[in-house]
């Protein structure tokens, strides 16, 4: 046989015989204490793995559950302040009113008028839950009352507000204009 009849019968031969490639190659023998082993080092792999994946998504739930809780308190707070501001806005009219009907006038159906309007606007800020200030008779309390008068009076106990000048509101617990007030003793 010649070279080149050689090389041809030994290309036929390779592609006669199967191929073994690394899916087909065939496992070499191991000794039954050793697979054990593998076997046991492999679950305790993916058990410690299947705890750090439960872990992390206790703590991804965890942050999104207190995510969820911080946007519905910022999202209440944010209402609360647009309705104080509101609120803050609509209280010199409020304060103009209250002039007008300290006033006397011969004209009945003005004054009848500036009181409905008064009213309406009370209704108005009792809807949007704020809330005047009690101050008349009251100790005095620095949160919620400016003390611009001091007055000695007997009549009264010591640090109570003996006369208001102008109400204060409030919006829950948040304060949104004190009461102008005078304290007595």
């Not at 041809?8 to 050793?34: K, N």
Request: include cysteine; charge should be negative; charged fraction near 35%.
């Amino acid at each position: 046989m010649s070279e080149k009849e050689q090389e041809t019968q030994e290309i036929l031969e390779e592609e006669a015989a199967p191929a073994a490639g690394p899916e087909e190659a065939l496992p070499e023998e191991e000794a039954p204490g050793q697979a054990a082993e593998g076997e046991s080092a492999v679950a305790e792999l993916l058990r410690e793995e299947k705890k750090q994946l439960e872990d992390k998504f206790l703590r991804l739930a965890a942050e999104y559950e207190n995510y969820r809780r911080r946007t519905a308190r910022e999202k209440e707070s944010i209402w609360a302040d647009a309705k104080g501001e509101a609120a803050a806005a609509f209280l010199p009219v409020y304060d103009n009113l209250e002039r007008a009907l300290k006033q006397e006038t011969a004209d009945e159906a003005y004054k009848k008028g500036v009181e409905m309007t008064m009213a309406q606007l009370k209704t108005v800020l009792e809807k949007l839950g704020i809330t005047e200030i009690e101050a008349l008779g009251q100790p005095f309390d620095p949160k919620v009352h400016n003390a611009v008068m001091h007055v000695e009076d007997e009549g009264l106990g010591e640090n109570v507000v003996a006369e208001v000048f102008q109400a204060g509101f409030q919006l829950g617990d948040k304060v949104i204009r004190c009461s102008m007030v005078k304290v007595a003793n």
